[in-house]
């Protein structure tokens, strides 16, 4: 039997998710370990709820994905560009580091991207001082959880109760903000194209990526995206360019991964909006048209080649 403190907290007579809007509700203790019912399905991730936290969130443990979909959605938020260059990887920054506009984890993670006044960098350079970062990212993001209210210590700590190891158990607040983020990734898992309309398919790819990388489905989520932005293909060509171009975020991602040019008229008409913008992949050419494009992007960042990188 699980010890009572070693139990998750919830809200008593309210919807799990939900968190009430009196400060002192009464809270239970769930049967087992954490909450074991069906989320709800939730359009959108917890308000204010970060990709690196929502994984920590979800099972108490700061790993490797949670860093690297940080690292995606500081790059995807116009902080720095990240360009595959030959067998490395260059970083640019975009924008000075400032603090009061980042979450600690951030800007730890940020300035041990870019050392001193660097602003220009190739992963190989910073890769060997980066593990002190890293654990210093780490640390910030469980003492985030704890200021958030959703433990009231640091997940990792564990102590020794009748002999039992003991752990570290959410409070009723934590519990909901996992439930909203189960439910957010019930409807990545499940999302349709048919109910995405392809005038948001843009901004919620780029805003939802990381999200979807932390959950592993990053390949379902771009799957699903690709097929909204096929159906329209077949509808109107043009109109494809002229959309997915206005989202700078959505072809931050795209370009260097199709070929212009196999894409006729659609592809003439991208190419000169896209301008001089630079693209986070270069995958090479031969993908049959826009919509295909997410597909490979979806497998890449599922095997996303540097996740290593952060596993210390």
Do not use: N
Not at 70 to 77: A, G, T
């Amino acid at each position: 039997m699980i010890p009572r403190r070693g139990r998750d907290e919830l809200y008593l007579d309210v919807t799990p998710g939900l968190v009430p809007t009196e400060g002192d509700a009464p809270t239970t203790r769930v049967r087992g370990r954490e909450w074991k019912g069906e989320a709800a399905v939730q359009f959108h991730p917890p308000r204010g709820v970060a990709p690196a936290l929502s994984g920590t969130v979800l099972d108490g443990v700061v790993d490797p994905r949670d860093l690297a979909a940080m690292m995606i959605d500081l790059s995807l938020r116009g902080w720095f560009s990240l360009r595959k260059q030959d067998d490395d990887w260059q970083l640019e920054l975009q924008r000075a580091i400032i603090a009061s506009e980042l979450s600690p984890a951030e800007v730890v993670l940020l300035q041990g991207l870019f050392p001193g006044q660097a602003e220009t960098v190739l992963l190989s350079q910073v890769k060997p001082g980066l593990a002190q970062p890293l654990r210093a990212c780490r640390d910030e993001l469980y003492r985030e959880v704890v200021q958030q209210g959703w433990y009231r210590r640091d997940p990792r700590r564990r102590r020794l109760a009748r002999l039992v190891k003991g752990r570290v158990p959410r409070t009723a607040r934590g519990s909901a903000v996992r439930i909203q983020t189960l439910g957010f990734r019930r409807y990545l898992e499940t999302a349709e194209a048919s109910q995405i309309r392809f005038e948001e398919a843009a901004d919620q790819f780029s805003r939802y990526l990381p999200y979807a990388m932390v959950f592993g489905i990053a390949d379902r989520w771009a799957g699903v995206i690709g097929e909204v932005v096929r159906r329209q293909q077949l509808v109107d060509s043009a109109s494809v360019a002229a959309e997915f171009a206005s989202d700078p975020m959505a072809w931050y991602l795209l370009d260097g991964l199709v070929d212009m040019a196999e894409l006729g008229a659609a592809g003439v008409e991208l190419a000169g909006m896209l301008g001089d913008m630079g693209g986070l992949l270069d995958l090479g050419a031969g993908l049959g048209g826009i919509g295909d494009a997410f597909d490979g992007l979806g497998d890449f960042f599922d095997g996303f080649d540097l996740f290593d990188l952060f596993d210390f």
